[in-house]
């Protein structure tokens, strides 16, 4: 006689709704570190072994700074606006939201060519959601709000803005254990 209620509660538990984990209403940047390829930001999820994504309700990506933070008001601003071609310097690249799409590729070497070990795509379309995907390798999430690509350390980082002349920008000298981009919500 026992066993029905037993059954009747398993089954009650079992068949409630599980919460939904949305994403936060959070304009926190993506801050990528070298030494391993490190992606930080409270609304990083790993959806498998080669992929994650940054989900936010209500922020998209505005500006990317390089070896500086592209928001004026923080620590270590950057002084000035990245030329199109080779940076080794403090800089930023504005307007993100205006292309129809990027591609930001992460490279392991000192010279970012192809696809790099890791690739960050927005879309306009979809303008609430970065995607990571690891080409070599693949990624984890060691801790809460990271994304790290086993893999050797961060050189180098292409970044191509498709639309409105398709402006690409290269970076290289990322330190072992440093930040080397941010990228800044709007």
């Known amino acids: 006689m026992r066993t029905i209620p037993v059954i009747c509660i398993m089954l009650l538990l079992t068949s409630c709704p599980k919460k939904q ?20 930001n409270p ?30 008001t923080k620590p270590n601003p950057c002084a000035t606006v990245c030329p199109q071609g080779a940076n080794t310097t403090r800089c930023r690249v504005d307007n993100l939201d205006t292309h129809n799409n990027w591609d930001l590729l992460l490279c392991e070497k000192a010279s970012c060519s192809g696809n790099g070990d890791v690739r960050m795509d927005w879309i306009a379309s979809n303008s609430f959601k970065v995607k990571i995907h690891a080409n070599n390798g693949s990624l984890k999430n060691p801790n809460p709000g990271q994304i790290e690509h086993a893999g050797p350390s961060l050189q180098s980082a292409k970044l191509a ?5 398709n402006p690409t920008y290269d970076f290289s000298s990322c330190t072992t254990g440093q930040t080397c981009l941010i990228i800044s919500y709007k």
């Open 21 to 40: 984990v949305l994403p936060m209403a959070d304009d926190s940047p993506i801050i990528i570190s070298g030494g391993s390829t490190v992606i930080e």
């Open 43 to 72: 609304n990083a999820t790993l959806t498998s072994s080669q992929d994650a994504e940054v989900t936010t309700v209500s922020h998209m990506p505005k500006a990317l700074g390089f070896l500086c933070d592209p928001d004026p």
């Open 161 to 165: 803005l498709h639309g409105g002349g």
